[in-house]
């Protein structure tokens, strides 16, 4: 329904609706258009509002009055527009009650119009009234998208994991142990916020991005909790006279960093990121007028606590998050092309290595390793899209990795004649999951395809036969089962991998 609102919407002037695309998000020009536009050109926000000046313009002195409050209109129609289709929030959010009221007063104004039953006004009329009614619908559609409340119930989930694991232990006079589950949890989240589809809205592009930036955060904030916590006591205050006021400020810290995490998820009715910013600012200034002179692990101490501080800091400045493109429209971004080009080298590299299955001397294994050490190197600006982006590419070659390791194990198995029943029915599987993982690698469809749920009925089958394995006590086949389960299960995450449809 909402695609239709780009070809029903028309201006009055026959410019048509292009759901903000002209607008200067502060994103660099998409190079998918057919014809470049000229270095000089301005850009087409610019332009729209320059055709309209120009429209009006040209209008007789003496236009008729209803034509003119059409004209009225369009003109808070031209400024709403922008507002419309940036907007990433929910209905109960009070910026969408505030467009909504505007429309819903446009819309009234418009209905209002006398067109004295004139073809021409009642045709402008009509116009105006498509397109105040297409931005309420793009508002609306947007809101309620099936993605967007799919991204507020992932952030509502991160919420009661800080909520029941940071934030409650704090207020009742604790300090929080950080539990390997929770960064689990948290780290499971962000993968299923990177993985919402968002079929190119700017909206949800941007709420996805926004939601992402925060959960990230919360996540670094608690991993460096975890750090902590496997790091040495402070030092003894008898060591030097300024220790004491370290680890008074450390005490602080340990408390501003909950204030950081629940205020990153809005558990925090009344700190602000402004005051909490003034309180480890303060805590800054007192940890620089203290006198370590003389004593190396004093100031060594003291500057880890500092270090702790300027990484809660560099949190605090989440507002404006999202309000740039270049941050969450990624088609354009450095990173993604580096990262694109090694996937097309993956590619290249794939289609070379299925075409010589029975060729070993072909194997590009440190070719693959150099190309793991190139995405290790891809600058991700800690944007989760980008990291996620980053992830991906890494499994790609790592299974190439792991296919050609096992094709040359099997080449080169020598069983001797006393080998395990056991451990040879092992070895038997691996060989058909290999075959498997070749047509895996080949693979190129959706879930929906036959192809598809055949390839993972068969590896499921592989991993019940392993199931059924007795190894009788032999320990080589325990290892080489588990070795084989944990290999065939990651066949069919690679599989997933392959059709789930993930977007920048």
Known sequence: ?????????????????????????????????????????????????????????????????????????????????????????????????????????????????????????????????????????????????????????????????????????????????????????????????????????????????????????????IEGRTRQQTLPLPLSGETHEAVQSINQVMVQVSCARSQLVALLMGL?????????????????????????????????YRKQVVEEINGLLKHLDLEGEGDDTRRYDLAQNDSIREIEAVRSHVGHLRTEILRHLGDLSFRPKAELQSLLTHLDQVDTAKNPCIREARRRAVLEVQALITFLDLREALYRRQPSPNEHPSHRAVWLVLGSLSDLQAQVLCFDGKRADKSYMMLEELLTKQLLVLDAVDSQGDEMTKTARKQAVKFAQGILNYLDLKTDEWEY
């Open 268 to 300: 925090s009715g009344r700190d602000s990121c402004a005051h909490l910013s003034r309180v480890l600012t303060e805590m800054l200034v007192e940890l620089d007028a203290l006198d370590v002179s003389g004593n190396a692990a004093v100031r060594n």
């Open 1 to 221: 329904m909402c695609a239709n609102v780009f070809g029903v919407l028309k201006s009055l002037f026959g410019k048509p609706f292009d759901g903000g695309k002209r607008m200067d998000h502060g994103g660099q020009p998409s190079q998918n258009h057919h014809h470049a536009q000229p270095p000089h050109q301005q850009h087409p926000h610019h332009q729209q509002q320059q055709y309209y000046q120009q429209q009006q313009q040209q209008q007789p002195q003496h236009q008729h009055p209803a034509m003119m409050r059409l004209y009225e209109v369009q003109k808070e129609v031209q400024s709403l527009g922008p507002q419309v289709c940036t907007f990433s929030g929910l209905q109960n959010d009070r910026e969408y009650r505030r467009l909504e009221r505007e429309l819903a007063r446009l819309q009234l104004q418009v209905d209002q119009v006398d067109t004295e039953g004139k073809a021409e006004l009642q045709g402008a009329r009509k116009r105006a009234a498509q397109e105040v009614e297409g931005l309420l619908r793009y508002l609306e559609e947007n809101a309620t998208h099936p993605s967007r409340l799919a991204m507020e119930e992932l952030s509502r989930q991160a919420q009661r994991l800080v909520e029941e694991g940071v934030v409650a232990p704090q207020r009742a006079g604790g300090a929080a142990d950080i539990s390997d589950e929770l960064v689990d949890a948290v780290q499971e989240l962000v993968l299923k916020l990177t993985q919402v589809k968002t079929g190119g809205r700017v909206p949800l592009r941007k709420a996805r991005y926004r939601a992402l930036t925060r959960v990230c955060a919360v996540q670094d904030v």
